[in-house]
Structures are given as C-alpha cells and as structure tokens.
C-alpha cells in the first residue's frame, strides 16, 4: 500500500492523535448519561467522531484515485510567529484585559504572512475586536477583564 496523499495522511494522524487526546482527558469527568449529560460525555464522543474522521481521512490517502502530492515544508518561523502570539495572548489576557490583548494577538500573528502590512494588521485588529466585543462581552456575557487592570481599576 502507498501513500498517494501526504497531506491527506499527515492530516488524517493529526485528527486521529487530537480525538483520541481528548477523548483520553474526557474520561476522566463524569460522563452521565444520554440523557444527562455530564462534563465529559460531549468531549469524550466529540473526540471519537474526530478519530473515526481521522480514520477515513487517512484511508483515503491511501487509495489510487485523487491527485498524488507531497507535503510541503514548514514555514518555521510563520509558525514560530502565530504560536508566540497565541502564548502572548494567554500571559496577558489577564493584566492588559480583552481588547488589548486581542489587538496584540492579531498583530503579531499578522506578522506570519509574507504579505504583512502594518495598516492591514491594524485595521484587522481593530475589527476583531470589536467583532470580540460584540460576540463574547455584549452577546454571551463572558466574564473576564475588558479593559487593563490598570483602566478599570
């Protein structure tokens, strides 16, 4: 049998790893019933439709129709720039609050494209905050700093 697909192989283990990870973490809240569900029943099955997703996924890798392609190389440092500012985003979401947080978030991961713009990645931060705004503050009413503690006070 041969890999015709890499992407699609390497995509399919990914899905595999990530629903059975937390399908594994799951088992460790109560589970409930059909019925009443407890904390882990929705992440426990969420994380086997994922695997059995990542199964097919990876089957069809391996068939002879589709087209053939290889995986490319990873960009190390587009990567290195999106997971440091996720991280970032986590250390200051608690100090600098919600807003500036995002808007640093956006920025910094603007700087992983090839075709980075200061004005563009401005423009975007501005705009996902106030989508954020809308959406976690003003519709769900999330708890957690909006503006710096230092604002707030």
């Known amino acids: 049998m041969r890999i015709r697909s890499q992407k699609d192989f390497a995509s399919g283990l990914m899905f595999?790893?990530?629903g059975l990870s937390f399908s594994f973490v799951a088992r460790g809240y109560?589970?409930?019933?059909?019925a009443k569900m407890g904390p882990g029943y929705f992440?426990?099955?969420?994380?086997l439709v994922l695997a059995l997703l990542?199964?097919?996924v990876t089957i069809g890798s391996?068939?002879?129709k589709g087209e053939e392609d290889q995986l490319a190389r990873w960009d190390?440092?587009?990567l290195l720039w999106i997971l440091g500012s996720v991280v970032l985003f986590g250390l200051l979401l608690k100090p600098l609050g919600m807003v500036l947080s995002v808007f640093v978030l956006v920025v910094i991961s603007s700087m992983a494209s090839h075709e980075f713009s200061w004005k563009g990645a401005l423009c975007a931060g501005?705009?996902?905050v106030l989508i954020s705004m809308g959406a976690f503050v003003y519709g769900i009413n999330l708890q957690m700093p909006v503006w710096p503690a230092f604002i707030t006070g």
């Open 16 to 18: 595999i790893l990530v």
């Open 30 to 34: 109560s589970m409930g019933t059909a």
């Open 43 to 47: 992440p426990f099955l969420l994380g």
């Open 54 to 56: 990542g199964v097919i």
């Open 62 to 64: 391996l068939g002879t």
């Open 76 to 78: 190390l440092k587009t």
């Open 126 to 128: 501005v705009v996902l």
